[in-house]
């Protein structure tokens, strides 16, 4: 392997390509995944919440996609996929419902799309709309009609891709958690089966075809510690330690427990990995990047023109490695395509910019256990917009941050991009404690709350580690009735919480409030806002089980 310095990016090529062997095939293949909509331009908040760089967006990257076809030789060509969760979460993405990305998309030249868990966020016949111009496959092996058994005709499972004399087989495949992370309307009629039995039918089927190449372009993601998590799954000779799950398949499973995968470009967790994953015992590569348009994924691969197997690859970068942050005053952005997105995005954020209100201090998303300051601020609007006991969120719910000073609705919609209503329904305490002991049981870490104080021991039983609870300042009491404040999404039976799907209908109160209008009410009535740290939620893995919380224990039969 060689390391190229992040030099400006027409010698980085050169210089890249002068280092590789003459002989060899190279195949540069360029991805993203979770851009949800993250094809304007965009400050790197994350890098400086206070003076953050500018990130150049579909505009930057099409600059560097364009540059690395141009400078391709006679024997290297240039791919370009994307792993899914495409449009939903930049405003001209979700307002669109997608239209505009696939714009994009074709604009650029995409050779292939997998579908993540988000794309059926506006339902199916929304996404058949958004894809129908597309002008390049969307694939899903994974993906059913349980009535006929077959792949939807808008999806296809594969493509193979011929450049340079190599067939490339391209297999796509969505996490099967969309079944518990997507409202059941919006994917009613589909199934999404098992991934592993889905790859074990098609890889065969592509290798009879002909294929050089198996690359899978999977909707999911490495656990954010790779080598430990390996080292939990797996003993030393590669044999599975058969751990309980609750979720689907992540892409270090799938490229250890599948043969015959040569690349697995993958998403759906937002994070990002400078060197490829490479599996101990299938060498499988494994590559993701972070999300919302913010970096373009690149690999050379160095490739033998009569075996047609891999030899090795070549990184763009020593800083970042398998990644390019998209900065715009590195690499200078399109003037066509950024003109294109412009005109797209003046109409998408008509009225984004007006100022709802004023934060005193910066709401980040940094968590103290399940508290952020961003998080405690959306449960306080959910639990004020409706006047309710207790409210809750989902810790994934809560996608942005906001920097001190004005606050815009199009700040707001970073934090909450997708369209969740607000609910409230009325349970007894029993049924209110099971919903904070669910989010602590196993390995989960919880929920944003607002409206008790909750401390837990992890060193306790499942379903019984709570150790202090209040409501509204006072004694929680198993037997009364408390109203409760929460979103759609979660009352559907979503993040694990399916139980909430026996609470009666006439027990629950639908508003029709977007939870994103919710939180730019608060705003709007309570700025400057100070939010705070508190004593909401806390872990304490020493804590016993209070007095008063003992003894409404004790009062419950037996």
């Not at 390049?136 to 499972?157: D, G, M, V």
């Amino acid at each position: 392997m060689k390391w190229i310095n992040f030099l400006p990016l027409v010698l980085l090529i050169s210089l890249s390509s002068s280092l590789l062997c003459a002989e060899s095939l190279k195949l540069d293949i360029l991805f993203t995944n979770d851009v949800h909509g993250g094809i304007d331009r965009t400050p790197a908040t994350f890098i400086n919440p206070d003076f953050p760089p500018m990130l150049g967006g579909g505009g930057t990257a099409a600059t560097v996609i364009k540059d690395y076809r141009a400078l391709s030789g006679p024997k290297e060509a240039t791919l370009l996929l994307d792993a899914g969760d495409f449009f939903q979460g930049h405003p001209i993405g979700t307002v669109t419902k997608g239209k505009a990305i696939i714009n994009y998309y074709n604009a650029i030249g995409y050779d292939a799309l997998a579908l993540g868990n988000h794309d059926y966020d506006t339902g199916e016949q929304a996404l058949i709309d958004a894809i129908s111009t597309a002008k390049f496959p969307i694939l899903c092996s994974n993906l059913i009609n349980p009535a006929t058994q077959e792949i939807p005709p808008y999806i296809r499972p594969y493509v193979i891709i011929q450049k340079i004399g190599l067939k490339i087989g391209v297999i796509g495949l969505c996490t099967t958690d969309i079944a518990k992370m997507s409202f059941p309307d919006n994917i009613r009629g589909l199934e999404f089966t098992d991934e592993k039995e889905a790859l074990n039918k098609y890889i065969p089927i592509v290798k009879a075809e002909g294929a050089d190449l198996i690359i899978v372009v999977g909707h999911m993601g490495l656990p954010y510690d790779p080598e430990p998590a390996y080292q939990s799954r797996y003993n030393a000779d590669g044999s599975s330690k058969n751990l309980e799950r609750y979720w689907g398949y992540d892409a270090q499973e799938i490229a250890h427990e599948v043969p015959g995968i040569d690349i697995f470009f993958g998403g759906h967790m937002h994070k990002g990995f400078a060197k490829p994953w490479s599996d101990p015992i299938t060498h499988t590569l494994v590559m993701t990047g972070y999300a919302y348009g913010s970096n373009l994924g690149i690999i050379t691969l160095n490739i033998d023109p009569k075996t047609k197997k891999i030899e090795g690859y070549e990184l763009p970068a020593v800083r970042e490695g398998v990644l390019v942050t998209l900065f715009d005053d590195e690499f200078l952005p399109d003037e066509e395509i950024s003109k294109n997105i412009k005109a797209e995005q003046a109409i998408a954020e008509k009225g984004m910019d007006e100022v709802v209100g004023e934060a005193s201090v910066f709401l980040s998303k940094e968590n103290v256990d399940a508290q952020s300051l961003i998080g405690n601020m959306c449960t306080d609007a959910t639990r004020e917009e409706v006047g309710a006991d207790f409210a809750f969120l989902n810790l994934g719910g809560v996608r942005g941050q906001i920097p001190v000073g004005p606050v815009t609705y199009r700040q707001v919609f970073d934090v909450m991009p997708f369209d969740n209503q607000i609910v409230s329904f009325m349970c007894n305490g029993a049924f209110l404690k099971k919903i904070i002991e669910l989010r602590v049981a196993g390995g989960r870490h919880g929920l944003l709350v607002s409206g008790a104080n909750v401390v837990y021991n992890k060193q306790r039983p499942d379903m019984d580690r709570v150790t202090k609870l209040l409501i509204n300042g006072k004694p929680w009491d198993p037997n009364k009735m408390y109203k409760v404040a929460t979103t759609d999404f979660l009352m559907q039976g979503n993040a694990g919480l399916t139980f909430l799907t026996s609470v009666p209908e006439d027990q629950i109160t639908n508003y029709q409030t977007n939870l994103r209008d919710g939180i730019v009410n608060y705003i709007k009535k309570n700025s400057p806002i100070r939010t705070k740290i508190d004593d909401r939620w806390k872990r304490d893995d020493r804590s016993s089980i209070t007095p008063d919380l003992k003894k409404a224990l004790e009062s419950l039969p037996k």
